[in-house]
């Protein structure tokens, strides 16, 4: 049973009194001078962005001043030490840290440890910290790359990697049963390595991406190649301020709604959106819109439990001894404030890590204050203390995987209603994803179990069922072209041989126009209607009456008609015999033997297959064009005109190379007849499974999951009950929500069993009304279009 939680809200307002005085009596107690005779001073030199773009250090240097005078007030941790800070200011830029670095290695006193924040001066400090034989331990730095080992052996983060998003993310895509996604990244160090990530973990778990845009400043053409491609479960990763250029364009392009879910960071501001920003040219309210739903995924930074840890103290209170030692500072306007926890944990795991290597160091003969950047032994005992590390901090569990990353807990939230509302958690250690209760829609396998059927039914309907059907029967016609194709005059009456070069001729003629112009018909109308930039929305907004591609298959069936039919009056097929050299055999029987090949031919053959052939060739070139026109439209009207594209390249390739290569080899039958009749087996059947497989696995697929949602329904229902139980009930409100959606959901079954009913008596494929369904009804239809 899972069993969510929610972290605590950190308000001054909430503060109770205390809780403040307990805050008051740590700080005293801090700031109460103990005597340290005898003790032997240990130095961290640290590197702290007090300016800069990420100003960090203004609540990360208090909050780890704070945890080391815990530590050195401690009488069980490095009793016979102390430690003590040595920082700078880095303005989070590897350049002013490489000059501190110099200053802090070529100054005494030694440092035993180095603690840098920001990613750009992590990677600096780390990179170079080997050389020196230093443990390098960061608590602000989040860039994936940071977790190479061979490039930095010695590194360590309490600050969770980037890429700790993606496991919650993938768990959310199995969860909701979403097979492809979409992605799109500012072009950075630290989202493209995260994106790295998600790409394995989503291929690994079956996961497809689809498209992947990305952009520098400007992301209006990305968005729209995010539109074009018809994205809908979209991953998005850019900093706070390119955010807002991003759903501006998404405003624009209305990629929003219930068709769409959104997955971003969640550690921008909460009013992120609503932030006045002059590189854009939205409104405030058309920000609002065009975000309300989307999903966002933060590391939990401040432990969700009331519980006291290393350092007896609870999150809660850390947040109030905090506020006190920053003396009042607003913590909107303080830099590092939410990563405030991680600088303090990162102390009490050097505190324990040092500490945990008194003993080993001792029946070694060696002590901690005989560090010095030679000493590679002191400090393979400092790393190998910081490995195994495990702890209960104020920002959680600390413990560090192979690459010296934080593992963590992850917050998943979703903006409703314009703020965001905490809807579970997952922790990636466990592979544990809980929810947070009135979260889950208790009515939703029910729809789900309709959506299938009626989605099913949606997407063959939109398919155009007719003319695939068109496009099978002239594929078997064109197969069945290839047993005439193989009788010569030894199988038949010389008097009835005109007969089979007829029956040829007009098996392929109509098996072609019906199999090809099907497909044909089917791409001109797709690019007939939706890739003319003049009108092109009025044309979207078109309803495409079947009768009008019933009508160009006719026409093209008519013009092939007409052609053969003149061509079997004015010139019909006869039998012509072809005479070869005279071959002597190999016995001496005093003979000759004349070789005869009977050909199915006219007076003027070669203008009439001319004819055909340039006909049927122009035909087939412009099959080409329309297909790679409308490669990257998305409409529903015919959903399957991709593949329908890909049939026709095969057989327009085909008929392209057979039809000139016969011609040459009509004079060896057995080459020619292989040669032919191979061209039109692999072109039907490669059409046909083109066309047609998809469906085949779209039903079964359908079959399966609804057999597998009506074995687990009881499940799912026990562990709603058990939700119930555990004091996650619905409030009134949702009850209502949940009885109007059933009584829906049961509306729309007796609807679509008389659309069946009436479908199968009258053979109309006409969808029923929906007008009067209500939009709660429908909406289950609509996260499924990116699985389909």
Known sequence: MLVSRSPPRVSRAARGHAMFLRASLIVLLLLWPRPSAGKKKLYIGALFPMSGGWPGGQACMPSAQMALDLVNNRSDILPDYELELIHYDSMCDPGEATKLLY????????????????????TLVAEAARMWNLIVLSYGSSSPALSNRQRFPTFFRTHPSATLHNPTRVQLFQKWKWTRIATI?????????????????????????SVRQSFL????????????????????????????????????????????????????????????DPAINCTVENMTEAVEGHVTTEIVMLNPETVRGVSNMTSQEFIAALMSRLGGMNPEETGGFQEAPLAYDAVWALALALNKTVAPLKAKGRRLEDFNYNNHDITSEIYRALNTSSFEGVSGQV????QGSRMAMTLIEQLQGGSYKKIGYYDSSQKNLSWTPNTINASLPANSQICLFFCLIVYIQNSQPYLNNMTAVGCMMALAAVFPLGIDGHHVHRSQFPVVCQFRLWLLGLGFSLAYGSMFTKIWWVHTLFTKKDEKKEKKKQHLEPWKLYATVGVLLAIDFLSLMI????????????????????????????PLLEHCSSEKMNTW??????????????????????????????????????????????????????????????????????????SAYITLVVLFVPKVLRLSWVVHTRMRRLITRGEWQSEQQDTLKTGSSTNNNDEEKSRQLERENRELQKIIQEWMRHRLQTGIYSLPDWSHMKRGAMQCFLPRREEE
Request: aromatic fraction near 12%; glycine fraction near 6%; hydrophobic fraction near 45%.
């Open 185 to 209: 990244q500012q072009t950075t160090e630290v989202f493209t390595s995260t994106l790295d990530d998600l790409e394995q973990r989503t291929k690994e778990a079956g996961i497809e991406i």
């Open 567 to 594: 061509w079997q009056i004015v010139d019909p097929l006869h039998i012509t015999v072809e005479k070869f050299t005279k071959e002597a055999p190999k016995e001496d029987l005093d003979v000759l033997i004349q």
């Open 103 to 122: 200053d802090l290695l070529y100054t005494e006193p030694i440092k035993i440890v180095l603690m840098p924040g920001c990613s750009g001066v992590s």
């Open 217 to 276: 400043t400007d992301p209006a053409v990305a968005v729209k190649n995010l539109k074009r491609q018809d994205a809908r479960i979209i991953v998005g990763l850019f900093y706070e301020t390119e955010a807002r250029k991003v759903f501006c364009e998404v405003f624009k392009e209305k990629l929003y709604g219930k068709k769409y879910v959104w997955f971003l960071i969640g550690w921008y501001a909460d009013n992120w959106f609503k932030i006045k």
């Open 609 to 682: 297959l001319g004819v055909v052939y340039g006909y049927k060739g122009l035909l087939l070139l412009l099959g080409i064009f329309l297909a790679y026109e409308t490669k990257s439209v998305s409409t529903e009207k015919i959903n399957d005109h991709r593949a329908v594209g890909m049939a026709i390249y095969n057989v327009a390739v085909l008929c392209l190379i057979t039809a000139p290569v016969t011609m040459i080899l009509s004079s060896q039958q057995d080459a020619s007849f292989a040669f032919a009749s191979l061209a039109i087996v692999f």
């Open 399 to 402: 413990v560090f995987d192979a």
